[in-house]
């Protein structure tokens, strides 16, 4: 076994200089070429892998003019969009393994009018990574990591072929972060309509830098510039701007206001009348549901008007992951409207235009 430090540094083998295939995890690693035994220890602690880049800069580019289609987008982005650069980048992401191991005690319902209590066991194995430096430019919070993706960092090597930036977030708060991702997904596993207790360990954590490789395409329209990045091992879109298109956002304005306050108005009258009409239990839910689809559509066109200058698509798996103790309230509000409502104020302004013609209306039919 290796003995000396700086031996150890990198993923090289210290006798023959010949790359060591390291399976995630192993500590002991040997040779496949001299059958040295060596010992793994990551730079200042924190392991570092990398994933190989499959996609190549032809293939990232035709992705790039698929994106330029879509009725959202300018009607002529695809023959006015001018590509002026596309390059490689290795963007650092934190990644962590744990097993986590909980309990939680509650109440489900059983029957009609009921409940009974239960016992719920979490044991599994979960993973979690997010950026470790800003990713304001390019949108891509976390990305989809395999173990049999993973490769000895060779640092020399990505730094020729493409552009690598070294990590600058916290490693204190990625682990922080991860536990609140696992917590919320142990959360999730079974939902408890009364909670009493609660307690989750996470155990075996392995933290490592994972260098991702992404195709960043930036072009110019009209004078305005804009960015699209792609995944450079699967060649998906995982975030990209565009020009919006005038004539999309004026029809989704007109035909979200009229639509919506049409089943808000008329779906609501017929609601009440059937929910008058009979004697059941639980019709309240019927008389709520033309008010959340009149609303959600009012929503959705004034998002549409309003935000639709600038498309920005990003990829559900490049999103950050939804850490506990985030607002359920929000939760709700993207359920029932489609992720359309945005912030409150916005709420509070379609609130305000939808009731004002639903009165209107009101004052017409009488």
């Not at 500590?27 to 892998?49: A, D, K, M, N």
């Not at 009607?75 to 650092?92: G, H, M, N, Q, S």
């Not at 390019?138 to 173990?147: D, E, L, P, T």
């Not at 565009?242 to 999309?248: M, Q």
């Amino acid at each position: 076994m290796t003995q000396s430090a700086n031996k150890t540094q990198g993923l090289t083998c210290p006798e023959c200089s010949g790359v060591v295939p390291i399976a995630e995890g192993d500590r002991i690693v040997e040779c496949p070429y001299c059958h040295t035994f060596s010992l793994v220890q990551g730079e200042r602690g924190v392991r570092r892998w990398q994933v190989p880049q499959v996609v190549e800069r032809e293939r990232a580019l035709q992705t790039v003019g698929n994106f330029f289609r879509g009725v959202k987008k300018a009607r002529d982005l695809a023959a006015a969009a001018e590509i002026k650069d596309t390059f490689l980048v290795y963007l650092p992401y934190w990644r962590v393994e744990a097993f986590v191991a909980g309990w939680m005690f509650g109440r489900v319902k059983s029957g009609k009018d009921s409940t009974r209590p239960i016992e719920v066991q979490i044991s599994e194995q979960m993973h979690w990574n997010d950026a470790a430096v800003d990713v304001a430019e390019y949108g891509v919070h976390q990305v989809a990591i395999s173990k049999e993706q993973l490769r000895p960092y060779d640092s020399d090597r990505l730094h020729a072929e493409a552009m690598v930036f070294e990590p600058s977030e916290s490693h204190t708060d990625a682990m922080i972060e991860a536990e609140q991702h696992f917590t919320y997904r142990g959360r999730k596993s079974r939902h408890l309509r009364t909670k009493f207790f609660e307690k989750f360990h996470f155990l075996r954590q392995r933290l490592s830098i994972v260098y991702y490789p992404l195709w960043v395409s930036r072009y110019e329209y009209h004078k305005r510039n804009y960015q699209v990045v792609v995944d450079g091992v699967n060649g998906n879109i995982l975030y990209g701007k565009a020009p919006g298109n005038i004539f999309y956002r004026a029809a989704a304005l007109v035909g979200g206001l009229a639509l919506g306050n049409l089943i808000l108005v008329n779906g609501t009258w017929l609601a009440g009348l059937m929910v008058s009409n009979s004697d059941e239990d639980g019709n309240i839910l019927l008389l709520l549901m033309p008010i959340a689809f009149g609303i959600a559509l009012i929503a959705a066109g004034y998002r549409a008007f309003r935000y639709g200058e600038e498309v920005e698509e990003i990829q559900k798996g490049a999103r950050k992951a939804t850490l506990a103790g985030q607002s359920d309230s929000s939760t709700l509000v993207s359920a029932l409207t489609g992720g359309l409502m945005g912030d409150k104020a916005d709420m509070e302004s379609v609130m305000r235009s939808g009731m004002s013609v639903l009165e209107e209306l009101t004052e017409g039919r009488r």
